[in-house]
């Protein structure tokens, strides 16, 4: 099934287009009106220049001016072959069809409501049969119904046409065209950007980024540069500005030789203010003991910190090299990566 944008946008016309597979872009003058253009003829040069295929209207009121109209705007540059004319059915309009059509051009009639209508496109040779389905529904008629007539009467008869499913309103109307078998659908940037949402597409996706990461990076590329660290003959209170500074719920201590012997956190804190009141900032942490923290290696990987937080339920690790605090890993560090 061909897949077409319907849109005069430019920004979502370049960006859809980045998809790679599109087969063209059809556009209304009521698009062209909507978004304010005035020069019609430099807005649909500048469209060809951007899209493979460019279905463009081709208007008038009698044979000869559709006709007219489509070698006007095939002299300003348009590429024959690149170009489709959309031509409302009509009488003159499937007659304006054939002419066209046996000088070798490409013709869409659209606005088609009925069977009849189709099959005139079709007899006519038409490159492309369009019944509006969106609009077709909101008054009520059952659209997807003329759709599969549409097509088994190109199945049936031979016909070269293709039909077109347009007006479409929602993810809903592309699954009825696929379903339908139709040969091309033409779709809005907002309709097409949904046609790959999923919401379990999007977890699992996350699920495999989550672990990837957990199995690839390391510890050393997660935690921040600063390193939190204060000497055992310091006090709380220089502890806390350190943690402060920092934005660090843990403080790493170290003896005089730079040594890991334990680690001071918010919780720590918490903790003697409610035991001991405000005089505890101004103890030294040799008044307090302190047990070896729970250490990991820069280059250990991210799931073993990951392990470590969920099993002993704590918020910071502090990372050791050669016994040397070298930084210090927070549940936040993996919560940022979307990795906890």
């Known amino acids: 099934m061909e897949l077409y944008l319907d849109s005069v946008d430019i920004k979502e016309i370049e960006e859809a287009f980045k998809l790679g597979f599109l087969t063209?872009?059809?556009?209304?003058?009521?698009?062209?009106?909507?978004?304010?253009?005035?020069?019609?003829?430099?807005?649909?040069?500048?469209?060809?220049?951007i899209v493979p295929i460019l279905q463009i209207e081709a208007?008038?009121?009698?044979?000869?001016?559709?006709?007219?109209?489509?070698?006007?705007?095939?002299?300003?540059?348009?590429?024959?072959t690149k170009t489709v004319f959309k031509i409302p059915v009509s009488l003159h309009g499937?007659?304006?069809?054939?002419?066209?059509?046996?000088?070798?051009?490409?013709?869409?009639v659209h606005l088609v409501y009925t069977l009849q209508q189709a099959y005139m496109a079709?007899?006519?040779?038409?490159?492309?049969?369009?019944?509006?389905?969106?609009?077709?529904?909101?008054?009520?008629?059952?659209?997807?119904?003329?759709?599969?007539?549409?097509?088994?009467?190109v199945n049936y008869y031979g016909y070269s046409s293709k039909i077109?499913?347009?007006?479409?309103?929602?993810?809903?109307?592309?699954r009825n065209a696929i379903n339908l078998g139709v040969h091309t659908c033409t779709v809005p940037w907002k309709v097409m950007k949904a046609l790959t949402e999923n919401n379990?597409?999007?977890?699992?996706?996350?699920?495999?980024?989550?672990?990837?990461?957990?199995?690839?990076?390391?510890?050393?590329?997660a935690i921040k540069p600063e390193n939190p660290v204060i000497q055992l003959s310091q006090s709380v209170l220089e502890a806390l500005l350190e943690m402060s500074k920092y934005g660090f719920g843990a403080v790493s201590i170290v003896d005089e030789g730079q040594k890991l012997i334990g680690v001071f956190t918010d919780g720590?804190?918490?903790?003697?203010?409610?035991?001991?009141?405000?005089?505890?900032?101004?103890?030294k942490l040799t008044d307090f003991q302190f047990n070896l923290p729970i250490t990991i290696s820069?280059?250990?990987?991210?799931?073993?910190?990951?392990?470590?937080?969920?099993?002993?339920?704590?918020?910071?690790?502090?990372v050791v090299e050669n016994s040397k605090p070298v930084g210090m890993i927070d549940v936040q560090d993996l919560i940022r990566l979307d990795i906890y």
């Open 24 to 49: 063209g872009l059809t556009t209304t003058p009521t698009f062209m009106h909507k978004e304010g253009v005035t020069d019609i003829d430099a807005m649909i040069l500048r469209l060809a220049k």
């Open 59 to 80: 208007l008038g009121e009698t044979v000869e001016d559709i006709c007219a109209e489509a070698h006007r705007q095939l002299a300003l540059g348009l590429d024959p």
């Open 94 to 108: 499937v007659a304006a069809c054939k002419k066209l059509v046996d000088e070798g051009l490409m013709v869409n």
């Open 122 to 153: 079709m007899a006519a040779g038409a490159t492309y049969v369009c019944p509006l389905v969106g609009r077709l529904q909101d008054q009520g008629h059952d659209a997807l119904a003329l759709v599969q007539q549409c097509i088994e009467a």
């Open 164 to 174: 077109m499913f347009s007006s479409v309103r929602h993810a809903e109307h592309v």
């Open 200 to 221: 379990f597409t999007t977890l699992g996706t996350q699920q495999f980024i989550e672990h990837t990461k957990l199995m690839t990076m390391k510890v050393k590329e």
């Open 268 to 283: 720590d804190l918490r903790r003697h203010l409610q035991g001991q009141g405000e005089g505890v900032l101004q103890k």
């Open 298 to 318: 820069p280059d250990a990987l991210l799931q073993e910190a990951h392990k470590i937080f969920k099993s002993k339920q704590i918020d910071n690790i502090v």
